[in-house]
């Protein structure tokens, strides 16, 4: 069993930034990958970044170059840095594990409970 908790989030300007971290007590494997997700309001969860357990990144397009995700492998903690934020950014971010070799939703393991992150102008 795993349980996974964000902190992090807040309402910020629009260029701000926010760390968001996402702490895991329980059984974390060498081969599972870390993974942030998004839900803004009424739509559907989409993945942002992920990270496997030798610290190679993953970023969908819209983040790249603005996000940075990172872990802490003695820490089991994984990190999102968010730099130059827009109001598309706006959401809740989980963050989740996953052993499936897949970062779709449905191959997620176990989830968070989110935080919210709010990008305004």
């Known amino acids: 069993q795993v349980q996974l908790v964000e902190s992090g989030g807040g309402l910020v300007q629009i260029g701000g930034s926010l760390r968001l971290s996402c702490a895991a007590s329980?059984?974390?494997?060498?081969?599972?990958?870390m993974v942030w997700f998004r839900q803004a309001p009424k739509k559907q969860r989409d993945l942002v970044a992920a990270?496997?357990?030798?610290?190679?990144?993953y970023y969908v397009d819209s983040v790249k170059g603005r996000f940075t995700i990172s872990r802490d492998n003695a820490k089991n903690t994984m990190y999102l840095q968010m730099n130059s934020l827009q109001p598309e950014d706006t959401g809740v971010y989980f963050c989740?594990?996953?052993?499936?070799?897949?970062?779709?939703?449905?191959?997620?393991?176990?989830w968070g409970q989110g935080t919210q992150v709010t990008v305004s102008s």
């Open positions: 989740a594990t996953t052993n499936a070799g897949r970062l779709t939703s449905t191959a997620m393991d176990y």
């Open positions: 990270i496997t357990s030798a610290g190679t990144p």
């Open positions: 329980g059984r974390i494997g060498s081969s599972t990958v």
